[in-house]
């Protein structure tokens, strides 16, 4: 048994509907992207979850409304939504959305530059110094490590030292020797 004009219309009009859902959850992704700035490997993975979140709803959507019978006046429809809703309701949307981008990161900017870098400037000028000092005692570390392998050694053990014994050294031979 066919389905009836009405219902083909009626699930057309809903296939509409659906499709500038979909263009709408797409600028989404783009609202974000405008927000948060990422590369172009960012961008085609958001993409490819994109069109797999597409997929996956238009199979629950086909199976809903037509009992899993893939007609091409729902594909049609769907897309045709999308491209209505890109054309009228989604420039409005994403220009508002950049407009409101750019006021958040003028504000942000302000707050960066007006208030929180002359509170922690005295901060990054300490930690300056102290990087300074740090480097200049790891300067000095490196020069005693240098300079302590040519450190002479205990003079009683020398071997030119032998013959030139101390007084101390006779008496501990003297005990040995005993």
């Given at each position: 048994?066919?389905?009836?004009?009405?219902?083909?219309?009626?699930?057309?009009?809903?296939?509409?509907?659906?499709?500038?859902?979909?263009?709408?959850?797409?600028?989404?992704?783009?609202?974000l992207r405008a927000?948060?700035?990422?590369?172009?490997?960012?961008?085609?993975?958001?993409?490819?979850?994109?069109?797999?979140?597409?997929?996956?709803?238009?199979?629950?959507?086909?199976?809903?409304?037509?009992?899993?019978?893939?007609?091409?006046?729902?594909?049609?429809?769907?897309?045709?939504?999308?491209?209505?809703?890109?054309g009228t309701i989604?420039?409005?949307?994403?220009?508002?959305?950049?407009?409101?981008?750019?006021?958040?990161?003028?504000?942000?900017?302000?707050?960066?530059?007006?208030?929180?870098?002359?509170?922690?400037?005295?901060?990054?000028?300490?930690?300056?110094?102290?990087?300074?000092?740090?480097?200049?005692?790891?300067?000095?570390?490196?020069?005693?490590?240098?300079?302590?392998?040519?450190?002479?050694?205990?003079?009683?053990?020398?071997?030119?030292?032998?013959?030139?014994?101390?007084?101390?050294?006779?008496?501990?031979?003297?005990?040995?020797?005993?």
């Amino acid at each position: 048994m066919g389905i009836s004009l009405a219902d083909q219309t009626m699930d057309f009009l809903l296939a509409l509907a659906f499709g500038a859902g979909l263009g709408a959850l797409y600028d989404v992704f783009r609202i974000l992207r405008a927000l948060i700035p990422t590369g172009k490997i960012v961008i085609f993975f958001q993409d490819l979850l994109y069109w797999c979140i597409c997929g996956v709803l238009t199979f629950l959507f086909i199976l809903g409304v037509n009992a899993g019978e893939i007609r091409g006046y729902l594909i049609v429809g769907e897309l045709l939504g999308a491209m209505v809703y890109y054309g009228t309701i989604g420039r409005l949307i994403m220009r508002s959305a950049q407009a409101i981008s750019r006021a958040i990161r003028c504000v942000l900017r302000f707050i960066r530059d007006k208030i929180l870098k002359p509170i922690f400037r005295p901060f990054l000028k300490l930690g300056r110094k102290i990087q300074k000092a740090m480097k200049k005692a790891g300067k000095n570390s490196k020069k005693l490590s240098r300079s302590s392998k040519y450190r002479l050694k205990r003079t009683g053990i020398l071997l030119y030292n032998l013959f030139n014994v101390s007084p101390k050294r006779k008496e501990k031979k003297s005990e040995v020797e005993r």
